[in-house]
């Protein structure tokens, strides 16, 4: 027992350690590996049987590298928000890892896990539910200190929230109200001072802004980009809204059905798309400017997403997709630089998992 | 038994030329504790048969409230209809009893809400509640019923009709969920059909799916259809006019192209230029500044005064009316209006 204590301790220097380490601007900061969430099915209430599982996330790879905004988009059920749990360690990974700072956190438990976990944030998507009506804002935001006393000593705790509450923009005497008391807008303030308070380095957000009005919405955004700058911070931006993601992301990954279908720099996927599910969510995204919209063409999928209890084989976009052939029946193709565009000197050539990526403008660039 | 009939039937027969709705200076309150909130604060809008008309606004605007009003399902109490005309195909509905209004309701006109799970019974099948309109508005029998709801089911596209008229809501997905809240207004081919933010929950691959549905059912049946909604990209496609609310108001009325063009009022030119843009990329979002008005309590004059860049002091004193342009503003504008002290200038700038 004294034994893996002391090992237990070891254990959670070096990753205090190696989290300390500053990582310079454009280096990695959090790699994910073949990560795998399954969801087991089960039937019976006495005898459990696990009859299949949900393949909420089926492998998939990523870096997120400092100070960038990495926007993760893709329909409801393609695992989006589950990658979020998952990097966030509340959700155990059934495979894989997630490398923050070279130090697999899936592996981690404990106190090593408390140290990283201060150093990843999140920020949900509905900010009525995820304050809670009885606390106070000053309890909302001081909740982490809490938790984690050294940031913030007994003493200087109402001057941080304070702080924390001017740096979101809203006036540091509301420190005693209730949630209720806020509006939308201001409560996403709140939930964003709470993934602050800690000072992270990476904030993971869970659609942000998609409960938001619109004319608040640009306000909200705009804070959270001066916040990036102000404090050096990397993020995660889950959306559905790819018009928002395009705006805030310098690279973009696409998701469909647990698998990642493309993921490149912004300009690389708005602009120069390869794979079919991109395209045709590109088309499908409503563009306020009837002008603009003379020159799009539209692809209109048919059908819904596949349930990821049981997904298509080979290609998990095949059953909607019209470029669709034996070999995507067969083959899981890999997210990797298309054969064809390889060598070639041209925004293309970025990761994309079809058999037969080609470049469609959808968005209409002029 | 029999005047009623004939009186709620001969709306329909009525309709001569006009438009088959008119909303005339319509004021809705609701009574709260902490005083009375102006939902609706003089609305005015119109529409004709086979007319798309977008109501454009943010939470709060007025604008559910308004087709609440419309429909004849308000909360009441709290709320109420302080003043105002509705005139459905002439006739003003507001002066009916409400046994009169409820046969117009799925009969003449119909709604589609936002959240079909919530909005469809968990524990009846969706054929039951599909058949329920035949059974209960045209008394046909419950064979009959199930029969013409597979019809239905078929004319909003939904795959194996006849297998899955059996299924509870839950087994469809949210792009069904909200066919068949569609396949339930138009049952029994009303005239008029509000849909509340009916693509919000959706995603924006079935959305379009959604959209192109309503509008291809529209035409063929030559509906009106008032699309109530707060996304400026939706309507676009879509949508003949708009009209954009604010604090229980509209505040600019135009047709389709033309707003997204050359905006008239502050508010919209400000919300079109919050959005950003899949095709651009830009530095800074605009955001207009503040919040929308708690409706206890409007600014006075021009509602969206403490927001405007361009408020000066005639805003903060006196109302603006929903100025209509017309050939003597230069002619160039047609079935354009804006509430704004300043249209010209924004029009312009």
């Known amino acids: 027992m004294a034994d893996l204590s002391k090992d237990d301790e070891t254990t959670v220097e070096a990753v205090e350690a190696a989290i300390n380490a500053p990582v310079d601007r454009g280096e990695p900061i959090l790699q994910v590996r073949n990560l795998v969430k399954h969801f087991p099915l089960t039937q019976g209430i006495v005898f459990k049987r696990t009859v299949g599982a949900v393949k909420a996330v089926d492998g998939i790879s990523f870096d997120l590298y400092q100070g960038e905004t990495l926007g993760i988009v893709g329909e409801s059920g393609c695992g989006k928000s589950t990658v979020a749990k998952l990097l966030m360690s509340l959700e155990t990974a059934t495979a894989g890892e997630v490398l923050y700072k070279g130090q697999d956190i899936t592996k981690l438990s404990g106190k090593a896990l408390k140290v990283v976990r201060r150093n990843i944030q999140m920020v949900f998507q509905d900010p009525y539910t995820s304050l809670n009506p009885r606390m106070t804002v000053g309890d909302i935001i001081g909740e982490p200190f809490d938790i984690h006393p050294e940031v913030a000593p007994k003493g200087t705790r109402r001057k941080k929230v304070q702080d924390l509450l001017d740096v979101v923009g809203l006036n540091p005497e509301y420190i005693n109200r209730y949630p209720h008391q ?25 659609e942000p802004v998609s409960a938001l009005d619109v004319s608040v919405q640009a306000q909200v955004i705009n804070l959270m980009e001066n916040l990036q700058d102000e404090f050096n911070l990397s ?36 602009e120069y798309p390869t794979h079919p599910y991109t395209q045709a969510l590109l088309s499908a995204v409503p563009v306020p400017d009837p002008e603009a919209r003379a020159h799009r063409e539209r692809i209109i999928l048919t059908g819904d997403v596949p349930s990821p209890a049981n997904p298509p084989s080979g290609c998990r976009f095949r059953t909607r997709c019209w470029k669709a052939q034996d070999k995507c029946a067969t083959d899981v193709p890999l997210l990797a630089i298309p054969e064809r565009f390889k060598g070639v000197d041209s925004p293309a050539a970025h990761d994309s998992a079809c058999h037969f990526a080609e470049v469609k403008d959808v968005v209409g660039v002029a | 038994m029999t005047t009623v009939e004939t009186a709620a039937e001969s709306i329909g027969t009525t309709a001569a030329g006009g438009p088959l709705l008119e909303v005339r200076d319509l004021h809705v309150e609701f009574k709260t504790r902490d005083g009375v909130a102006k939902a609706v604060n003089g609305v005015n809008y119109s529409v004709s048969a086979g007319e798309t008309l977008a109501v454009l606004g943010e939470s709060g605007s007025g604008k559910s409230v308004t087709a609440q009003a419309i429909m004849g399902i308000l909360d009441s109490p709290p709320g109420r209809v302080a003043q105002g005309e509705i005139l459905f195909h002439g006739q003003n509905i507001l002066a009916l009893p409400e046994s009169e209004r409820r046969k117009l309701r799925g009969n003449k006109m119909a709604m589609i809400f936002q959240d079909a799970l919530s909005s469809l019974n968990p524990v009846l099948s969706v054929g039951f509640q599909l058949g329920e309109m035949f059974r209960a508005h045209q008394g046909l029998s419950k064979k009959d019923a199930k029969k013409k709801a597979i019809e239905l089911m078929d004319r909003v596209r939904i795959p194996a009709a006849k297998e899955r008229v059996g299924d509870y809501a839950h087994q469809f997905s949210g792009g069904m969920r909200q066919r068949i809240m569609i396949a339930m207004a138009i049952a029994l081919e009303p005239d008029l059909i509000i849909a509340d933010e009916p693509t919000t929950a959706l995603d924006v691959t079935v959305q379009a799916q959604v959209m192109d549905l309503l509008a291809e059912l529209q035409r063929e049946s030559n509906m009106g259809l008032i699309l ?9 496609d879509v949508a003949d006019k708009i009209a954009v609310m604010y604090a229980g108001r509209i505040v600019e009325t135009a047709p389709v192209h033309e707003i997204y063009k050359r905006p008239a009022h502050p508010y919209t030119k400000g919300l079109l230029r919050s959005i950003p843009r899949l095709d651009q990329k830009g530095q800074e979002l605009y955001a207009i500044k503040g919040l929308p008005p708690n409706l206890l309590a409007v ?30 503003d230069g002619g160039e504008l047609p079935g354009r209006g804006s509430a ?7 029009i312009h700038g």
């Open chain 1, 182 to 206: 806020f509006s939308g807008g201001q409560r996403q303030r709140i939930g964003i001072a709470r993934g602050l308070a800690l000072n992270p380095e990476v904030i993971i957000c869970d």
């Open chain 1, 235 to 270: 993020y995660i931006f889950i959306a559905h809204d790819l018009s928002i993601v395009r705006h805030i992301s310098d690279r973009v990954g696409v998701m469909y059905l647990g698998k990642m279908a493309e993921i490149g720099s912004d300009a690389e996927i708005y």
């Open chain 2, 228 to 236: 109530i909604t707060h996304d400026l990209g939706v309507v676009a």
């Open chain 2, 299 to 328: 600014p006075s004059g021009c509602a969206f005064n403490p927001r405007c860049e361009m408020a000066q002091d005639i805003c903060r004193t006196d109302v603006p009316p929903l100025h209509t342009v017309t050939e003597a």
């Open chain 2, 340 to 346: 704004c002290h300043f249209w010209k200038e924004t």
